[in-house]
């Protein structure tokens, strides 16, 4: 374990785009954290591929392996205790997962909207970017927020802001937010890693 650095897992299931980001600004410096483990839903997902390259030890848990939610989210907690993180990071991370106590106020998740605008379950992917198209929003955005067991809820730590253009599609959309989520999420965690 590197001494000063905060230790955390982050939870992927799919591109591994977030991760990625992280592990770029980590090595950059511009990121102080020290990856204990990386957890997938999918043994596919391209986010494994990232961590492998960044020597950080990786895990498969998939929800279908489980009787019920409880016994994931047991499997789940219990590898991030293994791993001795402190903070955990939702990176794309598509399950729902239900949060221990000891865990409470230690996982955080980035929203591609500014909840509770276009947020909760389906809400995900360019779901998110086309309903915010369809309302006729003018801002759109991201949220970094504290993960409670509901859908997309919990203390809301940053936003950040764009604006939505009248020609704007579900995609280029996307991309704008996702610029936005690059900064705000190494953000957020810096503000974490940084309290005592």
Do not use: W
């Amino acid at each position: 374990m590197n001494v000063g650095l905060l230790p955390i897992a982050v939870l992927i299931s799919g591109g591994g785009t977030t991760l990625k980001n992280l592990i770029d600004r980590c090595s950059q410096g511009a990121l102080h954290v020290d990856f204990r483990l990386v957890v997938s839903s999918n043994p596919k997902a391209k986010g494994l591929q990232y961590a492998q390259q960044a020597s950080i030890p990786t895990r498969v848990i998939r929800k279908r392996d489980f009787k019920d939610g409880l016994a994931h989210s047991q499997s789940m907690f219990d590898a991030i205790r293994e791993s001795k993180a402190r903070l955990v990071v939702m990176g794309g991370y598509l399950e729902h997962l239900l949060i221990p106590s000891d865990f409470e106020n230690r996982v955080i998740n980035i929203h591609p909207s500014l909840i509770p605008a276009f947020c909760g379950k389906g809400m995900y992917g360019l779901n998110v970017h086309q309903a915010a198209i369809d309302f006729g929003v003018k801002v759109s955005g991201c949220t970094v927020h504290y993960v409670d067991n509901q859908y997309d809820h919990g203390p809301i730590l940053m936003q950040r802001v764009c604006e939505v253009f009248e020609d704007d599609t579900a995609e280029t959309l996307q991309q704008r937010v996702f610029q936005l989520e690059c900064e705000a999420l190494p953000a957020a965690i810096s503000q974490i890693a940084r309290k005592p």
